[in-house]
T-cell receptor, first 116, second 114 residues
Framework: AQSVSQHNHHVILSEAASLELGCNYS??????LFWYVQYPGQHLQLLLK??????LVKGIKGFEAEFIKSKFSFNLRKPSVQWSDTAEYFC??????????????FGSGTQLTVLP | EAGVAQSPRYKIIEKRQSVAFWCNPI?????LYWYQQILGQGPKLLIQ????????DSQLPKDRFSAERLKGVDSTLKIQPAKLEDSAVYLC????????????FGEGSRLTVL
């Protein structure tokens, strides 16, 4: 079965520090990749997604992620974090098999705390 | 555009009692999902509907959980009888289609089973 690993459970950074959150998945075929964010007290919302093409994708609020197929990874990055980036971040993967998409599988999440 | 609506936001029950959660997806979204998110874990899919038909319920504990989407719009998730390990946030999401489209989530219903 598909699995998604987020190795960092809790990351604490100071404002202006650079961020990289790791995400690895187990499926060897075609995948669609997502990062979702959940700000305190709010619902999950899409940060960015990768379907095909340029492996470096840009999302909202200055976030970007790079798909490295050989490493089964889709790490999230931001050059300079802000206090308002404090949130929980979830990586999610959809297997694409025979042209149809299977269920979206989430990682366990990374809680990011940005200190002012 | 109105988002995915869920109710109730919070529910506390004792084990062996029953509970029901309601979800109204974004208008026009054919696909509806129920996820279970246990504290410290990522959301886990319980059931996926395409219109009023079930697409995937492989991870739904069918001995106690049931869900329906009778008219292809809103949906109800029921747990009967509840167990302690059912304490979680139950998330509803919807998407335009069931393929590669983005999922839009509601704020969730937090269940505590005592």
């Amino acid at each position: 079965a598909q699995s998604v690993s987020q190795h960092n459970h809790h990351v604490i950074l100071s404002e202006a520090a650079s961020l990289e959150l790791g995400c690895n998945y187990s499926y060897g075929g075609t995948v669609n990749l997502f990062w979702y964010v959940q700000y305190p007290g709010q619902h999950l919302q899409l940060l960015l997604k990768y379907f095909s093409g340029d492996p470096l994708v840009k999302g909202i609020k200055g976030f970007e992620a790079e798909f490295i197929k050989s490493k089964f990874s889709f790490n999230l990055r931001k050059p300079s974090v802000q206090w308002s980036d404090t949130a929980e971040y979830f990586c999610a993967v959809k297997e694409i098999s025979s042209g149809s998409a299977r269920q979206l599988t989430f990682g366990s999440g990374t809680q990011l705390t940005v200190l002012p | 555009e109105a988002g995915v609506a869920q109710s109730p936001r919070y529910k506390i029950i004792e084990k062996r009692q029953s509970v029901a959660f309601w979800c109204n997806p974004i208008s026009g979204h054919a696909t509806l999902y129920w996820y279970q998110q246990i504290l410290g874990q990522g959301p886990k899919l319980l059931i996926q509907f395409q219109n009023n038909g079930v697409v995937d319920d492989s991870q739904l504990p069918k001995d106690r959980f049931s869900a329906e989407r009778l008219k292809g719009v809103d949906s109800t998730l029921k747990i009967q009888p509840a167990k302690l390990e059912d304490s979680a946030v139950y998330l509803c999401a919807s998407s335009i289609g069931g393929g590669t489209g983005e999922l839009f989530f509601g704020e969730g219903s937090r269940l505590t089973v005592l």
